[in-house]
């Protein structure tokens, strides 16, 4: 299992609810980014992580989204009180120092 | 206006048609032009990766980029069913920072 892994691959919410959404990116890999696809549209830009260190959250829709990567691998991606417009694919991707992006499945994410 | 537009289709071939795909984009910085498959449900994975302007071909792929009319091209000849998918171009500026911007896709069909 060489690629990005993203958990869970489907997320029914309620709206108000918190979630968490986890990425595994790639071993070895320094940069971790990321998108939300709304349907029918490319993936937008949510944020950018160096290791640790959160370089980049200029694409965050709200202060209602966080994301962190506090041992420069495993990142989470957390929505709280989630609203309808939220409902998107989160995806997620990884790449070594200023080379290709690697992208996994994604999150599908839908509140109701 | 966004940054990157990008012909939404859906554009239906039959199987063996050579198919054109295009973008334009509005920012001059951009320099790194790349061109994505995603399948129904899955990630984007990078299939072409260019550098300013000029063509790159790869098996049945070609990308073309024109820096002076801020207008990239991906042609896939002899396409095959396989080839259905949304095609996602996607633009980067130079320089340390990998921040990319995508376009909206291409759903394309090939049918046999």
């Known amino acids: 299992g060489a690629g990005v892994s993203q958990s869970p691959r489907y997320k029914v919410a309620k709206r108000g609810q918190d979630v968490a959404l986890r990425c595994d990116p790639i071993?070895?890999?320094?940069?971790l980014f990321w998108y939300q696809q709304a349907l029918g549209q490319g993936p937008e830009f949510l944020t950018y992580?160096?290791?640790?260190?959160?370089?980049?959250k200029s694409g965050l829709p709200s202060d209602r989204f966080f994301a962190e990567r506090p041992e420069g691998s495993v990142s989470t991606l957390k929505i709280q009180r989630t609203q309808q417009e939220d409902s998107a694919v989160y995806l997620c991707?990884?790449?070594?120092?200023?080379?290709?992006?690697?992208f996994g499945p994604g999150t599908r994410l839908l509140v109701l | 206006q966004k940054e990157v537009e990008q012909d939404p289709g859906p554009l239906s071939v039959p199987e063996g048609a050579i198919v054109s795909l295009n973008c334009t984009y509005s920012?001059?910085?951009?320099?790194?032009f790349m061109w994505y498959r995603q399948y129904s449900r899955k990630g984007p994975e990078l299939l072409m990766y260019?550098?300013?302007?000029g063509n790159k071909e790869d098996g049945r792929f070609t990308a073309q980029v024109d820096k002076s009319s801020k207008y990239i091209s991906l042609f896939i000849r002899d396409s095959q069913p396989s080839d259905s998918a949304t095609y996602l171009c996607?633009?980067?500026?130079?320089?340390?920072?990998?921040?990319?911007?995508f376009g909206t896709g291409t759903k394309l069909q090939v049918i046999p």
């Open positions: 260019t550098y300013s302007s």
């Open positions: 996607a633009m980067k500026e130079t320089g340390g920072y990998q921040k990319v911007t």
């Open positions: 920012n001059s910085a951009f320099q790194y």
């Open positions: 992580f160096q290791n640790e260190a959160q370089l980049d």
């Open positions: 071993s070895g890999h320094v940069s």
């Open positions: 991707a990884s790449s070594r120092q200023q080379e290709t992006q690697y």
